[in-house]
């Protein structure tokens, strides 16, 4: 089984940038749809980015297009997401987690394993 942790978080000034990690222990990474999900002080966990099997396809939640891009690197298990043009409203606890579907891919149920989180704080 794959087990899932979030590095790359911290304090950055608004329009400033972020790249977070997730590395996966264990086999096959590569069966693994790869998402990230963030949950701001009081609200829900909610969909970020996904990313195919081999690198695409990728989905991106609207709030985040054109600002973030997710990637993974099979051989190293690991999947990113580059954050640019940040905003206060980025601010959460940002989480990596695994499926094996594409089906239902901004969904929190969709996916069977998830990381411990790491925290984003932009400030304004």
């Known amino acids: 089984q794959v087990q899932l942790v979030e590095s790359g978080g911290g304090l950055v000034q608004a329009g400033g940038s972020l790249g977070l990690s997730c590395v996966a222990s264990g086999h096959p990474f590569s069966r693994y749809v790869m998402g990230w999900f963030r949950q701001p002080p009081g609200k829900e966990r909610n969909f970020v980015a996904v990313?195919?099997?081999?690198?695409?396809?990728?989905y991106y939640a609207d709030s985040v297009k054109g600002r973030f891009t997710i990637s993974r690197d099979n051989a190293k298990n690991t999947v990113y997401l580059q954050m640019n043009s940040l905003k206060p409203e980025d601010t959460a606890v940002y989480y990596c987690a695994a499926a094996y579907t594409l089906t239902g891919w901004a969904k929190p149920d969709t996916y069977q394993l998830w990381g411990q989180g790491t925290q984003v704080t932009v400030s304004s």
């Open positions: 990313i195919g099997w081999n690198g695409g396809p990728t």
